[in-house]
């Protein structure tokens, strides 16, 4: 399936994916103006289920690495660099595992590599979470109005289903080796740990935790979400510059 996507810019293609809930458009604002101003093609996708991208929301990863791959194809986009948060940052971490050849860098926030002890516990406060959001007027006319066609509420209540989370695969790294940056926010002290554990399961992972930022870094503090992921695209873009003269 071709995903609906925003795009801003001229350059190095870089594949922004946003989180739950979100879409292409809503999320990653600071982020689309900073880098399409900086020599970035800028491709914001609306994930299934999200937006304006209609899809069946069953086998929910898979399809959607399915669905990146097509959608670069269609844009004729041979390779990019790839950042995503939750459960963007998760798809990220699929695409750039079943599509390395694809993919220059990875940029990854707030995903975890192993279940946490108390995830039954995080389940239910999300769930309570989502049922005061169905009850807010003003949210639910904001996300019915963004997600058109899609049933938003279903969608976001199939990310409570037990075996939602791809646990087996997103603490799969070992063999990764495409540059990849892990960004997570000082207050998520689970995500902190989640972020050591990727760096101890592959040495190769960099990781850079954000003070003052929770779960969602880049809307917390944009403008340094912004620069250390610029700092890391300008390292590896030099340093493949570097190889190559040799």
Not at 11 to 40: A, K, V
Not at 128 to 151: C, M, Q, R, T
Not at 174 to 196: D, F, H, M, Y
Request: aromatic share 10%; with cysteine.
């Amino acid at each position: 399936m071709i995903l609906h996507t925003n795009i801003c810019g001229d350059g190095d293609p870089l594949i922004l994916i946003h989180s739950g809930g979100m879409t292409g458009l809503t999320e990653f604002q600071e982020q689309n103006e900073y880098f399409s101003t900086r020599n970035f093609k800028v491709i914001r996708p609306d994930l299934r289920g999200h937006g304006k991208s209609v899809g069946k929301i069953d086998n929910y990863f898979t399809n959607c690495v399915t669905d990146l791959n097509d959608t670069l194809e269609f844009l004729k986009v041979e390779k990019c660099h790839i950042a995503g948060v939750s459960l963007g940052g998760i798809t990220a971490l699929l695409f750039a595992k079943s599509f390395p050849n694809k993919v220059k860098s990875l940029s990854f926030s707030g995903v975890f590599p192993v279940e946490p002890n108390n995830w039954a516990e995080l389940l239910r406060e999300e769930a309570e979470h989502y049922e005061h959001l169905f009850n807010n007027k003003e949210a639910v006319s904001f996300l019915n109005e963004i997600h058109g066609k899609n049933d938003w509420k279903t969608l976001l209540q199939s990310f409570n289903d037990d075996d939602f989370y791809p646990f087996d695969k997103t603490g799969d790294v070992s063999s990764l080796n495409i540059p990849t940056l892990c960004i997570v926010g000082e207050k998520q002290k689970l995500e902190v740990s989640a972020a050591i554990t990727y760096k101890r399961l592959n040495s190769n992972i960099n990781i850079s935790v954000v003070p003052f930022a929770g779960h969602l870094v880049h809307r917390d503090q944009p403008d340094l979400y912004s620069q250390i992921l610029g700092t890391f695209l300008s390292n590896n873009t030099m340093a493949k510059a570097v190889h190559t003269a040799k």
